[in-house]
């Protein structure tokens, strides 16, 4: 369907395929992907655009085990300033980066609680509570891990996943 689109204007073609490549490496369409990314790239590329360009690289990398590829995508968007891009670029790259074994779990949590505050609200801030409630669990930090399952069951009451924070 990338064809579809390709005679749209630039500001209505880039988000439209930039969406659509979100979806297509949601399911580890590669080639769905790489059709949307070449009708989402311009010369007139917005900062945000480039950021998710370079995180939707990224995300395509991991789902096709080029790690090394992936993190240097997420460290791209992340260096683009966006600040949307840059609290999920530096969520992947933290989680990839535990995945291969270059950082233990310790670093892990320390990154993940800097990135608390990078990005309020949404599924973004309700995943990453959820993901630090169940490191600190792993480890044996009980109390810590009821703490922020509290936090996400508060926080995000009227969101549809919450009742996980309150189950686990």
Do not use: C
């Not at 204007?9 to 990314?37: H, M, Q």
């Not at 260096?79 to 891009?85: A, F, M, S």
């Not at 840059?86 to 270059?102: C, F, G, H, T």
Request: net charge negative; hydrophobic share 35%; proline share 1%.
């Amino acid at each position: 369907y990338g064809g579809v689109i390709g005679n749209y204007p630039e500001r209505v073609k880039i988000p439209l395929a930039l969406t659509a490549a979100k979806a297509t490496v949601s399911v580890s369409d590669e080639i769905g992907t790489n059709t949307f990314l070449t009708a989402a790239r311009s010369e007139n590329n917005t900062q945000r655009e480039l950021a998710a360009i370079n995180y939707i690289e990224g995300k395509l990398s991991e789902s096709k085990g080029n790690f090394e590829v992936a993190l240097e995508r997420f460290v791209d968007a992340i260096e683009t300033g966006d600040r949307y891009y840059n609290a999920i670029s530096s969520y992947d790259r933290l989680m990839l980066q535990k995945k291969i074994e270059e950082i233990d779990t310790e670093t892990l949590i320390n990154g993940l609680e800097r990135l608390r505050y990078a990005w309020r609200g949404g599924s973004f801030e309700f995943n990453l509570l959820m993901t630090l409630g169940n490191l600190e669990r792993d480890r044996g930090h009980y109390g810590e891990a009821l703490r922020i399952w509290q936090q996400a069951a508060t926080y995000f009451q009227d969101y549809r996943e919450a009742e996980k924070a309150t189950a686990s």
